[in-house]
């Protein structure tokens, strides 16, 4: 016998999936830099490594990366939370984000939007299809350059520190971080 369900809130069905780590955007036109937030980001292809990012037509990065077609994705630890949170309450053509929240843009080595000094990986990007930009707000990029903070991922390129804690967003101002690095064992069949 299953445990017994409930009915979920339709329009808040995303959160259910909404479990992957927080990142943040940054991108630049016209020698100004920007940080945006989205929790809304998947891995759709392993080589070349391709990402799926949902950047709303709302925002300012929509704009600046529908032009420039390149950014940064970086990858944000629990220490910056309330500045992750506060990126993702002000826009670009209002707010020097870097300036205001006093984060680091470090130059980038393929593109020209700056990686963010403070987070723990930088991938570089070029957005190699944006045919779903105006219907779905999707952007596929490519990783052009990759960069890790020292000592934060083992020899098999996995994050193997538990001081290593990225940020899953629940919803509004709620979020959570990895508790444990825990092994599985294969079950056999
Ligand atoms: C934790 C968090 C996650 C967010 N995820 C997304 C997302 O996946 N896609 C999106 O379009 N906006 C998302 N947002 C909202 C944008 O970050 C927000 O609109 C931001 O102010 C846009 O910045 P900009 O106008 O400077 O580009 C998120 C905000 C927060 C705080």
């Known amino acids: 016998m299953t445990n017994m369900k409930k009915n ?15 990142v943040l955007i ?16 998947s891995p759709v292809d392993l ?12 925002s300012h990065t929509f704009k600046v990366v529908g032009k420039t077609k390149e950014l940064v994705v970086n990858l944000p630890t629990v220490e910056l939370v309330d500045k992750v949170f506060s990126c993702g309450k002000c ?3 209002e707010v020097d984000k870097f300036r205001k929240f006093n984060l680091t843009p470090e130059k980038a080595s393929k593109v020209k939007a700056p990686l963010i000094g403070e987070c723990v990986a930088n991938l570089e990007c070029k957005v190699v299809d944006d045919k ?4 779905h707000n999707i952007f596929i990029v490519e990783v052009v350059a990759a960069w890790v903070e020292e000592g934060a991922y083992d020899e098999f390129l996995r994050v193997d520190k538990p001081n290593v ?13 990895p508790a444990e690095i825990i092994r599985a064992k294969k079950i056999n069949v």
């Open 91 to 93: 826009h670009g053509h």
């Open 165 to 177: 804690k990225t940020l899953h967003h629940l919803g509004a101002d709620v979020f959570t971080v």
């Open 26 to 41: 940054s991108s630049t036109l016209d020698g100004k830099n920007n940080i945006m937030p989205i929790a809304w980001q």
């Open 8 to 22: 979920f809130p339709l329009d808040k069905a995303y959160r259910l999936l909404n479990h992957g780590p927080v």
């Open 132 to 135: 779903m930009m105006d219907t």
């Open 47 to 58: 080589d070349p490594t391709r990402l799926a990012l949902i950047i709303g037509d709302h």
